[in-house]
């Protein structure tokens, strides 16, 4: 096992297109680590780069102690699971598992005994002797793990591997991929576009947009502290709510209401100096229903009053939508997730709100209520380059 | 849905009548060369389709003189090593047109369809010449040659269209596995398309077996003249005595191979093998 480097690593097709741009990161030894990111973003071609199935433009590439820049696949001694399994149809469970072994002239008793100790963990022993044309999406999947598992590779590395089983095995599988990596160890890089697999699954979670790294941090790490708007509307379901707001004599000013801000956060938005106007950005839960709320933490925060345009509950929590004027926030990056919603959550940029109401408030639909805000968790985003003004980020990495 | 109901009775018919005349048109010259091939040469001529008189003379005959045989062992050298050359190179070739990006692909592709489309007795006359001063006239490889020069884009064509169908992600999969490319492509890919290699197979040694511009050009000994050629030279007994019997029964006895060979891998060529290599 070994750590993977990656130093300014950049790809960039024949046909001038720039898919990775200036990527910087450093995996431990040991570490499950996710890309993720909207598809396009370069995720995938960063893990083929690591792979050794695409060529790296500049940069360099080390696993372990060795730069791996110009070595072929097979001498990297890593591991893949693809999206689509990939398994060779024309090959039994038990040979597509010792394919690899087989290749690298392992004895045959002891590719035997890996294969069937993989099969074991994976519970495909009764399988072992059947083609993949015959096994189910589940089975196929844990093959195709099988197959990286009986390796003892430096590291795996994952594209996806479970964006075609449906829910609930994808749930289910993604605990068994977390708990195999827990009692392997093996170093991980794990590729996703599901902002869901991204925070439960890894040690550390780094967002991609176009070609770079926005953020790498520990999945609570990028939910507190997004470095900006895009993080910030990538992570989290339902997405964080972007409301347009104005800035004036040291308060914010939107369709919510005029709400106080912090010293830092005042002085970083007059130190920017590009005018008063803002991107806020709140997340459903920190919204609370205020007759729930004692009189005292109300004060801690603000309230509004607003109609109830539906309500969805969850059982132990009521999800709340509310249309406010003032029209909807904009930025490319907002513009970006809008149009990647296909696959993750959209974020509320528009006027509709989203706030996380405890099960016991009463809201109904048409009906009007207070609103409670806990003003110290929101987030104001510079519209123009989308940084996050009111960061404070305890040793958060952000790529130049 | 109703409607679907009335209709059917008639459309089965319509499609029986229709099935019965693609097989009349297809069948009948050869249920005519079969009968012609049993008849005693007295009633060639009757214009009847059934025998009167039934006879294995033909057959026997043809055997009797080396003339035959020797041509039929010509053909199937001639055709056997045609279509192993044939599909090994182009396997080869039609894998890197299928998968790898190179520079002159586009003018090997071109090169390789004209090559097809060239009409080849146009050919006839240089190739006669170069193979006269080469010492390749009336040999198996004067046959051999210029025969692999027209299967090769056929054989380029078809297996390039089967290597396309095969996912990429088996190769990337072979390749992190620890295969070189060419362990990838004999141990993955080529398995994967074996129906393409026995399809392609099949057509180039259809089109080797059934030359006959070349077998008749560039041969002129028993040495290598090939059955379609020989078949040319058939004469009766005597002069006046007419060979359209024997010529018949030769005829029969080259379709077999070609019969045998479709019906035992008919199965192959139609399965899809590629199913369950991803999720599908």
Same mark, same amino acid.
């Given at each position: 096992m070994a750590g993977i480097v990656l130093e300014h690593i950049t790809k960039r097709f024949p046909d001038g297109a720039l898919a990775v741009e200036d990527f910087n990161l450093e995996i431990a030894d040991g570490e499950f680590v996710i890309l993720v990111g909207p598809s396009g973003c370069g995720k995938s071609t960063t893990l083929n780069m690591i792979a050794g199935l695409e060529d790296i433009t500049s940069g360099e590439l080390r696993? &372990?102690?060795?730069?791996?820049?110009?070595?072929?696949?097979?001498?990297?001694?890593?591991?893949?699971?693809?999206?689509? !399994?990939?398994? !060779?149809?024309?090959?039994t469970v038990r040979d597509n598992m010792a394919f690899a072994l087989k290749l690298a002239h392992t004895p045959k008793d002891e590719v035997r005994r890996k294969v069937e100790e993989a099969a074991g963990i994976l519970d495909l022993t009764p399988h072992l002797d059947r083609k993949p044309a015959n096994l189910s999406g589940g089975q196929r999947q844990r093959v195709a793990m099988g197959r990286?598992?009986?390796?003892?590779?430096? *590291?795996?590395?994952?594209?996806?591997?479970?964006?075609?089983?449906?829910?609930?095995?994808?749930?289910?599988? /993604?605990?068994?991929?977390? /708990?195999?990596? /827990?009692?392997? +160890?093996?170093?991980?890089? !794990?590729?996703?576009?599901d902002q869901t697999e991204a925070m439960t699954l890894g040690d550390r979670v780094a967002v991609m947009r176009a070609g770079r790294l926005q953020q790498v941090g520990a999945p609570q790490e990028l939910y507190d502290h997004p470095v900006n708007l895009f993080v910030a509307g990538f992570i989290g379901s339902p997405a964080m709510n972007f409301l347009p707001a104005a800035f004036e004599n040291g308060r914010l000013r939107s369709a919510l209401g005029d709400i106080e801000v912090h010293d830092e956060v005042r002085r970083a938005i007059e130190g920017r100096g590009s005018g008063g106007d803002v991107i806020m950005g709140i997340r459903p839960e920190h919204f609370e229903d205020a007759s729930l709320l004692p009189e005292d933490k109300r004060r801690q925060g603000a309230v509004f009053r607003e109609k109830v345009d539906l309500v969805e509950s969850m059982g132990s929590d009521k999800y709340v939508f509310f249309t406010?004027? +003032?029209? /909807?926030?904009? =930025?490319?990056?907002?513009?970006?997730?809008?149009?990647?919603?296909? =696959? +993750?959550?959209?974020?509320? *940029? +528009?006027?509709?709100?989203?706030?996380?109401?405890? *099960?016991? =408030?009463?809201?109904?639909? &048409?009906?009007?209520?207070?609103?409670?805000?806990?003003?110290?968790?929101?987030?104001?985003?510079?519209? &123009?380059?989308?940084?996050?003004?009111s960061l404070r980020r305890p040793g958060s990495t952000r790529a130049a | 849905m109703a409607a679907a109901t009335v209709t059917r009775p008639r459309r089965k018919a319509a499609w029986a009548v229709a099935d019965v005349i693609v097989l009349a048109w297809i069948a009948v010259p050869l249920l005519w060369l079969l009968s012609l091939s049993f008849k005693v040469p007295a009633t060639i001529t009757d214009g009847s389709l059934w025998p009167h008189r039934w006879t294995w003379g033909n057959y026997s005959g043809i055997f009797r003189t080396n003339d035959f045989v020797l041509a039929l062992r010509n053909s199937v050298v001639v055709a056997v090593i045609t279509t192993a050359v044939a599909v090994v190179f182009g396997a080869m070739a039609a894998y890197a047109v299928a998968r790898l990006r190179f520079p002159g692909k586009r003018a090997l592709v071109g090169t390789a369809l004209l090559v097809a489309m060239f009409p080849q007795i146009s050919l006839i006359t240089p190739l006669f010449n170069i193979e006269r001063s080469l010492g390749l006239f009336d040999t198996w490889w004067g046959l051999i040659i210029p025969n692999v020069a027209f299967g090769l884009p056929l054989a380029i064509y078809t297996l390039s269209a089967f290597f396309r169908e095969i996912p990429w992600d088996l190769e990337r999969a072979a390749a992190v596995d620890g295969a070189t490319p060419m362990q990838a492509f004999t141990r993955v890919i080529a398995p994967l398309a074996a129906p393409g290699l026995v399809t392609t197979a099949i #057509? @180039?040694?259809?089109?080797?077996?059934?030359?006959? #511009?070349?077998?008749?050009?560039?041969?002129?000994?028993t040495r290598a003249r090939t059955v379609p050629a020989?078949?040319?030279?058939?004469?009766?007994?005597?002069?006046?005595?007419?060979?359209?019997?024997?010529?018949?029964?030769?005829? @029969? %006895? %080259?379709?077999?191979?070609? @019969?045998?060979? @479709? #019906?035992?891998?008919?199965?192959?060529?139609?399965?899809g093998l590629t199913s369950g290599a991803v999720k599908g």
């Open positions: 696993i &372990g102690d060795r730069v791996v820049n110009d070595l072929a696949p097979k001498d990297r001694d890593i591991a893949m699971v693809f999206q689509n !399994y990939a398994l !060779y149809p024309h090959m990286a598992i009986v390796r003892d590779p430096q *590291a795996f590395l994952m594209d996806e591997p479970l964006s075609n089983l449906d829910a609930k095995l994808r749930v289910q599988m /993604r605990t068994e991929v977390s /708990r195999l990596q /827990r009692r392997l +160890g093996t170093t991980t890089v !794990y590729v996703t576009h406010v004027s +003032g029209g /909807r926030a904009t =930025s490319r990056e907002l513009e970006e997730l809008a149009a990647d919603a296909g =696959s +993750g959550d959209a974020p509320f *940029a +528009g006027d509709q709100l989203v706030a996380r109401f405890d *099960a016991a =408030s009463t809201a109904a639909r &048409g009906q009007e209520v207070d609103v409670w805000i806990d003003t110290s968790r929101i987030h104001v985003f510079d519209p &123009g380059t989308g940084e996050n003004l | #057509l @180039v040694f259809i089109v080797a077996w059934n030359d006959f #511009l070349f077998a008749i050009s560039l041969t002129s000994t020989a078949i040319a030279f058939f004469t009766g007994a005597s002069q006046f005595e007419n060979p359209i019997g024997s010529i018949a029964a030769a005829a @029969v %006895i %080259i379709t077999i191979p070609i @019969v045998v060979f @479709v #019906l035992f891998f008919q199965r192959r060529i139609v399965a």
